[in-house]
């Protein structure tokens, strides 16, 4: 992977300010408590394709109950991994429909907002069935 | 009270006070922007990791080596 890739600026989208990676942190802790698993968000060059998503996933802190967004803005280039306990809540339909809104928003120039939106809905979907008595114990 | 005086009750008070107010609103603004200027390399920003799920017992939960487990590639 090189260093080069500018976080959107190359590619014309909007790079993505302090502000903006405060903003994404809190979004990915929300994501965790909604859904209950791990989130992570990777922005940089991704030569090797998905394979690179893969393993960067592979690399998290319990990767079976995580999710990994990563985005390449010069590839324009975006891949949602998840993680074997994960793909039981979230199936690769649920990860299309996010990939969807994610890319037109990306399209339209708009990095953070496309983010923010994609791991909401990520979340939303991946967030387990409830169960009586364990969910609503009264 | 001579003129110096008064140019500098009447003209140079306000303009102090003028100065010490847009100090003052202008001083966030600079120190964000110092920490708005983008580092270019890749970003990587995780939540916590996942929390239990009461709904499922631990054998039906895959061992941490089994890692991927589906999702897509897009590009725009």
Redesign the interface.
Known sequence: ?H?????G?ESGLS?????E?VD??SV??R??TIS??????????LDG??AD??A???D???????V?VAVSPT??????????????N???RA??LA??S???S??AGDLAGGLREGIVMLAEHAR??R?LH??DPA | MNALQAIGLFFGLPLLFGVIVYALVSAPGWIRSDDDADEGGPLLLTSGPALPDPSRLPSEMSPASAVSGGGVSAQW
């Open positions: 992977m260093s080069g890739d500018m976080l600026i790079p993505i300010s302090q502000e990676r994404l942190q990915l802790a994501a965790r209950g698993y791990g989130f992570a968000l990777y922005v940089g060059p394709g998905r998503a893969v960067q996933h592979a998290l802190r319990s990767p079976a109950g995580a990994l590839q324009r280039r975006l891949e949602i991994v998840t993680g074997v306990n994960v793909a039981v979230l199936d690769d990860c299309e990939a969807m994610m890319s037109s990306f399209a387990h069935p169960v364990l969910d």
